[in-house]
C-alpha cells in the first residue's frame, strides 16, 4: 500500500488547512502523526474505515477534524483555528491489522509527509 499525502502549506495563526491522503489499497485504519522540529513524533488523530470511528490525540482533540471517504481509501484531517505550535511535518499511515491506533508500530504504511507551517 502507497500514501500519498497532501495539503500541507503555510498559514496564518487561527487559519485553517485540510490535509488529505490517499491510500493505492484498503486498509483498517488510516491516521495523522506529526513532528515539530526538535520534537518527537506525536499520535494526532486516526480512523477505523470499517466503522468510521475517529480517535484523537491530545494534539488533535477541539479543533482538528478526521473524516474518511472509503470509495477513495482517502482520509482528511481538517485543521482549525491553527496555532504556531501546530507547525510540523504531518504524517499520513495506515494500519492493516489490530493494535493500539495511537502507537506508531501499530501502522504498516507510512506517507513521505507534509509540511504545514503556521506564522504568528
Known amino acids: 500500500v502507497q500514501l500519498q499525502a497532501s495539503g500541507g502549506g503555510l498559514v496564518q495563526a487561527g487559519g485553517s488547512l485540510r490535509l488529505s491522503c490517499a491510500a493505492s489499497?484498503?486498509?483498517?485504519?488510516m491516521g495523522w502523526f506529526r513532528q515539530a522540529p526538535g520534537k518527537e513524533r506525536e499520535f494526532v488523530a486516526t480512523?477505523?474505515?470499517?466503522?468510521?470511528?475517529?480517535y484523537y490525540g491530545d494534539s488533535g482533540k477541539g479543533r482538528f477534524t478526521i473524516a474518511s471517504d472509503n470509495a477513495k481509501n482517502t482520509v482528511f484531517l481538517q485543521m482549525s483555528s491553527l496555532i504556531p505550535e501546530d507547525t510540523a511535518i504531518y504524517y499520513c499511515?495506515?494500519?492493516?491489522?489490530?493494535?493500539?491506533?495511537?502507537?506508531?508500530?501499530?501502522?504498516?504504511?507510512w506517507g513521505q509527509g507534509t509540511l504545514v507551517t503556521v506564522s504568528s
Open positions: 499511515a495506515a494500519s492493516t491489522g489490530w493494535g493500539r491506533l495511537e502507537a506508531e508500530r501499530t501502522y504498516d504504511y
Open positions: 480512523i477505523t474505515l470499517s466503522f468510521g470511528s475517529p
Open positions: 489499497g484498503r486498509t483498517y485504519a
